[in-house]
């Protein structure tokens, strides 16, 4: 099989879930399944619970598979201790490789990079957002932005920015839910740059962190979140290259563009 040329440091597929399900595209993902991933997708009640499954399991086998030149299906994968997933591979590009998963209703996303831990996560924006969570267990600097805002829209937009970005950091810092959200938090200011404000000592808080926020659509927000030393960028202004690929797996692929709502280094080009 061909592998990827050349590639940015980061490469996100994003695959709509409508596109992905016609009967001759789902079938085919599902033969790409592990008898395990299989079982799985079968013991999901709902049918769209199912499809996502199989579209999410079959995006990851066929992106990854590319880059390392393998067969999708004879890919393997273990977790670390807080389950965060790697792939099992021998050679040296398999080993470098850092890659994220992350799905909503009608989403799904994968984003891939080589020697940088990442993190990514996408939320529809259209669903009840829990603001008791954030009052309660969300960090001093992002409780004290949701107290100075007085509309439950604002609070509602400001809950998905700070949810995304911190999702996106325990993915990427394979920590998971096993890390306390109020440890560390997200502030921003009115040149489209994010600060992290993390305890000192902390995963979250070692070395330099990178954060994207963008819409894929009017109803969706997504992060990404990638460990991008300060020596990489010394002045704190350079943003690592991102590419955007539509995806449906195994029909084919097309370029997109990203345009940051929010950074590290605030709004940039695609």
Do not use: Y
Not at 123 to 151: G, I, W
Not at 179 to 185: I, K, N
Request: contains cysteine; glycine residues 6%; proline residues 6%.
């Amino acid at each position: 099989m061909s592998t990827h040329q050349s590639s940015p440091t980061l490469t996100v597929w994003i695959a709509h879930l409508d596109e992905c399900v016609t009967p001759g595209a789902l079938a085919a993902c599902s033969r790409l399944l592990t008898p395990a991933e299989a079982e799985r997708a079968r013991r999901f009640h709902f049918q769209r619970d199912r499809d996502r499954h199989v579209v999410t399991r079959a995006l990851l086998r066929t992106v990854l598979a590319s880059i390392v030149g393998e067969h999708p299906e004879q890919l393997q994968f273990a977790t670390g201790p807080h389950g965060k997933p790697f792939l099992q591979h021998d050679s040296d590009i398999g080993r470098r490789l850092s890659f994220s998963l992350s799905h909503t209703d009608d989403l799904v996303m994968l984003g891939v990079t080589q020697d940088h831990a990442l993190g990514i996560d996408v939320e529809n924006t259209t669903r009840l957002a829990p603001l008791d969570v954030a009052h309660r267990q969300f960090a001093e600097v992002e409780v004290k932005a949701f107290q100075a805002l007085t509309q439950a829209q604002q609070q509602t937009d400001l809950f998905w920015s700070c949810w995304t970005l911190k999702e996106s950091l325990i993915k990427a810092t394979g920590e998971g839910l096993h890390t306390p959200l109020d440890r560390f938090g997200f502030s921003f200011d009115t040149d489209d740059r994010v600060t992290l404000h993390a305890s000192p000592g902390t995963a979250e808080g070692a070395g330099h962190w990178w954060v994207g926020q963008w819409a894929p659509t009017e109803h969706h927000l997504a992060a990404l979140c990638m460990a991008w030393p300060a020596a990489t960028s010394p002045d704190g202004t350079q943003a690592p290259a991102v590419r955007a690929r539509r995806i449906v797996p195994l029909q084919g692929e097309t370029d997109l563009s990203i345009q940051f709502l929010r950074s590290t280094t605030g709004r940039h080009p695609a």
